[in-house]
């Protein structure tokens, strides 16, 4: 039933009073009491419909909201992680162009000390091709792929370093996410509940009344027995 048509037969009973009014007060008087019975039923019913309404518009306005600051939180969430990410993932090539800098200048130092020592034992008289030289250029050459190696493993560490951070920050917000959904869930399931409660109590309310009053609007339910109960 609508609150319009509510008013309406509202209206109607308040006609109906006023032509008992006008036939008589004898026979009128015993028949306002039922009208006016049925009149408060009436509004109450009418006053139980419309706090239902407001309930639930209560409840879609505050499921809106949640959901908004849900929205807004995880959207915030995500332009962190892509902030992160850019910043990460800018460390890791600015890592790798210096490890790859610093292993190319640590070769070409040791080239030219190779060269260099070429170079004196030639000045020397020692035949470039002898034991001697080619020993010394073996173990420099070792030097330069041990020095070589070890600056490419420190530049891999720093850049698992670097894709951890990242999977962690990834983590992160795959959590944030979920915790901001596990956090309006509750609270939407929250309000839904109190909203169903309260339109439970509010209609239970209406119901109590007009049953309180029905042998005044049903003179005939006196007689009746509800759960082992009279009415009257």
Known sequence: MCLPAIAAGIGSIVTAVGGLTAAGAGAGAATLGGVLSTVGAVAGV?????????????????????????????????????????????????????????????????TRAIAQQRAELAARGINLDSPTAILLGQTAATEMAFESQAVRSEGQARQ????????????????????????????????????????????????????????????GLADVRIGGKVLS
Do not use: H
């Open 46 to 110: 009418a006053g139980a419909l419309y706090q239902n309404q407001q309930t639930k518009k209560f409840a879609r306005e505050q499921t809106a909201m949640i959901q908004a600051q849900g929205a807004a939180q995880a959207e915030a969430q995500a332009r962190i992680l892509a902030e992160q990410t850019t910043v990460l993932q800018e460390q890791g090539a600015t890592e790798r162009q210096i490890t790859a800098v610093t292993d190319q200048q640590r070769r070409m130092s040791f």
């Open 160 to 219: 698992r370093e670097i894709e951890g951070g990242l999977r962690a920050a990834r983590l992160d917000a795959e959590i944030g996410q979920t915790n901001i959904r596990a956090a309006d869930s509750r609270a939407i399931s929250d309000i839904n509940a109190r909203a169903r409660s309260d339109r439970l109590k509010t209609g239970f309310g209406a119901v109590t009344s007009v049953l309180s009053s029905a042998t005044d609007i049903w003179p």
